[in-house]
Each structure stands twice: as C-alpha cells, then as structure tokens.
C-alpha cells in the first residue's frame, strides 16, 4: 500500500490548513491511520491518530487545534489544523497500520509552514 499526503504549505500564524492522505488500495484493511510531524532537528512526533471505527487520539500540543477525520469512500484521512502557531513548522507524515500483519506504512511528507 502506498500513502499519498498533502495539503502543506506556507500559512500565516493563526491560519489553518487541511492535509489530506489518500490510501492506494481501497480494500487495505487497517486498524489506525494517524499523522505525525517532525519539525528541523527534532524527532518525528505524534500530531493524533483514528482507528478504523473513528475513535480519535490527539497529541496535547494540538489538542483543541486539530482534527482527524476519515473518509472511507475515498479512501482519505484528513488532519485539519487551526489557529496555526510558527511551533507547528514540520513536514506532517500519515502513517497507516496493517490490521492483518501490525505493519506501519508511511507517506512522503508535506511541509507545513507558519510564518509571517
């Protein structure tokens, strides 16, 4: 399977942004797709997950900002992002995991920006 993200970009503090992640196969089954970001020099962290059956998880540093949602149909996970601070700077990963094998897939990266 192959993940598909993007959405990134350069926002202005406060802005928001919407990141989208698209699964190549329609019938992977999976138990959590989630994203995660790392911003220059630091580790790659959690930004918030949902499992298959929608239930959502959220790192605090986003919690209140943030939201993930799916959209099965087409095949899509979403991380929308509000009130954007210059601390959010980091390219955004979305990550699925296999329910069959507990293997994790990751996609390309988009570069999110805040700045003025």
């Known amino acids: 399977v192959q993940l598909q993200a993007s959405g990134g970009g350069l926002v202005q503090p406060g802005g928001s942004l919407r990141l989208f992640c698209v699964v190549s196969?329609?019938?992977?089954?999976?138990?959590?797709m989630g994203w995660y970001r790392q911003a220059p020099g630091k580790q790659r962290e959690l930004v918030a997950t949902?499992?298959?059956?929608?239930?959502?998880n959220y790192a605090d540093s986003v919690r209140g900002r943030a939201s993930i949602s799916l959209d099965k149909r087409k095949d899509t996970c979403y991380l929308q992002l509000n009130s954007l601070k210059p601390e959010d700077t980091a390219v955004y990963y979305c990550?699925?995991?296999?329910?069959?094998?507990?293997?994790?897939?990751w996609g390309q990266g988009t570069l999110v920006t805040v700045s003025s």
């Open positions: 990550e699925i995991e296999s329910r069959v094998t507990g293997r994790d897939y």
């Open positions: 196969e329609s019938r992977f089954v999976f138990s959590r």
């Open positions: 949902i499992t298959s059956g929608h239930r959502t």
